[in-house]
T-cell receptor, first 116, second 110 residues
Framework: GAVVSQHPSRVICKSGTSVKIECRSL??????MFWYRQFPKQSLMLMAT?????????EQGVEKDKFLINHASLTLSTLTVTSAHPEDSSFYIC????????????FGPGTRLTVT | GQNIDQPTEMTATEGAIVQINCTYQ??????LFWYQQHAGEAPTFLSY????GLEEKGRFSSFLSRSKGYSYLLLKELQMKDSASYLC???????????FGTGTRLKVLA
């Protein structure tokens, strides 16, 4: 149980375009999901907390107009990187919180974004 | 502010024991997780400590001292597949967010 998927696993896009990443909890409902980014040889940096049915909460320094988050259902959150630039190239990982084990997060496999 | 520190890199020999430390300064500490992450993959859960003491799970053990703001992950009988990054993450009261430490890259040598 407690499986989280992400799609796509890899994406290459041109500078100036937008790309959407999906995060799904497959066998549990997740009122809260989290989005992280990770640069090579660095730790995970929390970008935002995605709350089902309400606005996401962004961490300090993360541009909410650039990283749009939508959590429209209890099993799906999306992250849209708008007007992508090469410096947005990174590994994006989502996680989901299962209400039955509130402090543990289950991580998706990650999405490798390359902006050319 | 919140600060969570780990050594950047460690090297150990196959079959040996290695201890990875994590020190933290946070307000409203609620618990500490350890995760393993292989390059390009998602983190996988190793342990969770909320009370002081040692939690043992097979070859892996984790220790917590809340008064000292300190935790360690102990890996015994090291195997080549244990070469990975090890991340400690702290949770705080009133939020379910993880604050990740800097991560430790462990290299196991034959």
């Amino acid at each position: 149980g407690a499986v989280v998927s992400q799609h796509p696993s890899r994406v290459i896009c041109k500078s100036g375009t937008s790309v959407k990443i999906e995060c799904r909890s497959l066998d549990f409902q997740a009122t809260t999901m989290f989005w992280y980014r990770q640069f090579p040889k660095q730790s995970l940096m929390l970008m935002a907390t995605s709350n089902e049915g309400s606005k996401a909460t962004y961490e300090q320094g993360v541009e909410k107009d650039k990283f749009l988050i939508n959590h429209a259902s209890l099993t799906l959150s999306t992250l849209t990187v708008t007007s992508a630039h090469p410096e947005d190239s990174s590994f994006y990982i989502c996680s989901a919180r299962d209400e039955t084990s509130p402090y543990e997060q289950y991580f998706g496999p990650g999405t490798r974004l390359t902006v050319t | 502010g919140q600060n969570i520190d780990q050594p950047t890199e460690m090297t150990a020999t196959e079959g040996a024991i290695v201890q990875i430390n994590c020190t933290y300064q946070t307000s409203g500490f609620n618990g500490l997780f350890w995760y393993q992450q292989h390059a390009g993959e998602a983190p996988t859960f190793l342990s969770y400590n909320v009370l002081d003491g040692l939690e043992e799970k097979g070859r892996f053990s984790s220790f917590l001292s809340r008064s000292k703001g300190y935790s360690y992950l102990l890996l015994k009988e090291l195997q080549m597949k244990d070469s990975a990054s090890y991340l400690c993450a702290v949770t705080t009261s009133g939020t379910y967010k993880y604050i990740f430490g800097t991560g430790t890259r462990l290299k196991v040598l034959a």
